[in-house]
């Protein structure tokens, strides 16, 4: 039988972090992935990073070969694409990355200071002893047994895991809606002629026609190839590849001559985190804790956020040697705090955006109701701060759609309860209940005015 103090389902970015940190710690940790150990971090994704996670973990930036190109900000579009949004600070500067290289790196790291990888190791089910999770049931081709052994799981097994559905927590969604998540598809092309776009953007145009409840996406990777993709709401995931053609290879390739070097499809949670994220002897972290900016469908900083969270989580239960739910609740304190309270806050945003008719997107940035900087607060904290002076000038540009400003001052406030909401998120599990209550209250009032 196999014991360690963690076991981690799933080598990508939470994964990877819990087990580097994990390992650094001195604590030990088996980190397994169902996929050859040469292809973990191989994933269909837009493949941007912020910066400012490395800085926030203290770990390296990527280096040259695990990045493509340097980022510094984003272009916004709004539906008639006549004009853009530059938003241009250090929360949006980062990189593309090589998914792949980017992955490797991870994964090395983790096992460099100690953390022992299985890989094409398939967890099965989770093993259930007195109430608590004690291990996980494997199938693997690189180890024997059919069983491992720890205090703590680390569920980072990513948007499709099955470990939700078996166990029982109050306010663990077992399975997300269908309205709460983007089908996202992307294919990365090298253009025989170099890329027109400015390198050091990405683009980013909204448009709830040709890509409704998600975004298009167009990434520059080098001079000659981009990462160009969309999401969109479940409901019209049967139009996936039609509207990709018409509304984003046509538009944006034409008739240049071009390769695919890959394509593909993948799912995105774009709605708030799990209400808790822990049980007795089980953690939930990255894809798997729906903890993905809501607004950016972005969830690599925030799953590397939530992997080291969970160690400190586990150093804290290990020193009173409690794994249970109350023992692991400092990683719900320590996510909902941050993660939580952005993302729910962008989740209200989201809510309305996806109701906005397209009009309402060319008026607000158009007539820039909101300015770059402004934008990248709002994506960066969750938060809509709208100095007196701002709010003057909002309302001479806004005058001729009243609505779209009533509808913003509605939101600001709403994000504002929401946020302060998860700031005091229950010190212990047996207040959940109450604040859930709470919580739904706020989405309830948003999703009636926005229906
Ligand atoms: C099309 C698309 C574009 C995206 N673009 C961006 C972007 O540009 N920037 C950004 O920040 N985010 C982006 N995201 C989101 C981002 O990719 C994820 O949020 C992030 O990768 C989540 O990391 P994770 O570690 O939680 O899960 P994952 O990266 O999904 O890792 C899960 C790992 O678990 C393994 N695994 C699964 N089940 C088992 C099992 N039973 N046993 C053993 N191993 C298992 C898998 O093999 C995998 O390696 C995008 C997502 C999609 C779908």
Redesign the pocket.
Known sequence: MKNFDLII???????CIAAYFGAKKGFKVCL????PRNK?GD???????GGQIFDFLKIPHPKKGEYLNVIDGAKLYPPDTRNSITIKDRSQAGYIIDRLAFGQRLVEDAVKVGAILYDQ???LSLIHSKGQISGVSIKSKTVDGDKLHANLVID????HTQFRKQVDIPFLTKKIASTDYIV?Y?EILRLKNPIVVDQRYISIYMDNIRAPGGYIWNFPRNEYEVNL?FGITDKFKHHLLDYYKKYLYEPFIGNEPCTKITGGS???SVCKPLFTGVGNGILFA???AMQ?NPIT?????S?MQAGYYAVKAFEKANEVEIYDALGLWEYNLLCQKSIGAEFAALDLLRLAFQKWPNDFLNFTLENKLFTGDEISDITGTGEISLPFSSIIGKLIRGISKPRILLDLYYLRNQMQVIKSLYMRYPTIPAYLAQWVRQVETVYDNVRNRFK
Do not use: E, P, Q
């Open positions: 389902i799933g080598a990508g970015a939470a994964g397994i992935d169902g996929k973990i994933k269909i994704c837009g493949d941007g990073i190791t398939h967890a980072a097994s990513g948007f996202c992307r993709g993948g799912l995105v990255g894809d798997a993905v469908g972005g969830g690599l900083i799953s």
